[in-house]
């Protein structure tokens, strides 16, 4: 990674609670607020954010680990600011403290771990993996 990335560093935006954000199983809505998963999508975006500026050419990111709790509720309609704050930064690690607020309340919070990885020893596990999926994949349909 770059130099420049520090704990204390913060990142954050806001977005609105749209209806397609709403927690939805099997098509049924079950409520009118923003789902965990799309708070966590956005918990996830800001940590992202926080590191690409300080991410090599051939490096990347991706999430490792999510500790996260949906406190309190975002209704349709409502604005929530998202927002990244560093608190570690290691070769190989960037951790966040995570928030969702709005304006009334505490929406969810948490930590955000992200590692930091070589894209072409990340690409070569990729296709290795492809390699083994569809070897097995050939297998199954010659049975």
Same mark, same amino acid.
């Given at each position: ?19 397609? @954000? #709403?927690?939805? $199983?099997? +098509? ?6 923003? /789902? ?10 800001? +940590? ?5 500026? =300080? ?6 990111? /991706? ?12 209704? *349709?309609?409502? *604005?929530?600011? =998202? #927002?990244?704050?560093?608190?570690? *930064? ?13 304006? $009334?309340?505490? *929406? %969810?919070? +948490?930590? $955000? ?8 020893? @990340?690409?070569? #596990? $990729?296709?290795?993996? #492809? %390699? ?5 994949? +050939?297998?199954?349909?010659? /049975?």
């Amino acid at each position: 990674m770059k130099p420049g990335l520090h704990p204390g560093a913060a990142v954050s935006f806001a977005m609105t609670v749209t209806s397609d @954000m #709403r927690p939805a $199983f099997d +098509g049924k809505v079950v409520h009118d607020v923003m /789902s965990t998963v799309m708070m966590i999508y956005y918990m996830e975006k800001a +940590g992202r954010e926080m590191i690409v500026p =300080f991410l090599e050419e051939g490096e990347e990111g /991706s999430g490792y680990a999510l500790d996260i709790k949906h406190v309190g509720p975002a209704l *349709v309609g409502q *604005v929530v600011t =998202f #927002r990244a704050v560093c608190t570690e *930064v290691a070769p190989k690690r960037v951790i966040c403290d995570v928030t969702a607020e709005t304006e $009334f309340n505490l *929406v %969810g919070k +948490g930590s $955000f771990t992200q590692a930091i990885f070589d894209k072409k020893v @990340m690409a070569r #596990r $990729f296709m290795e993996l #492809r %390699g083994k999926v569809e070897e097995k994949q +050939g297998k199954h349909q010659t /049975s």
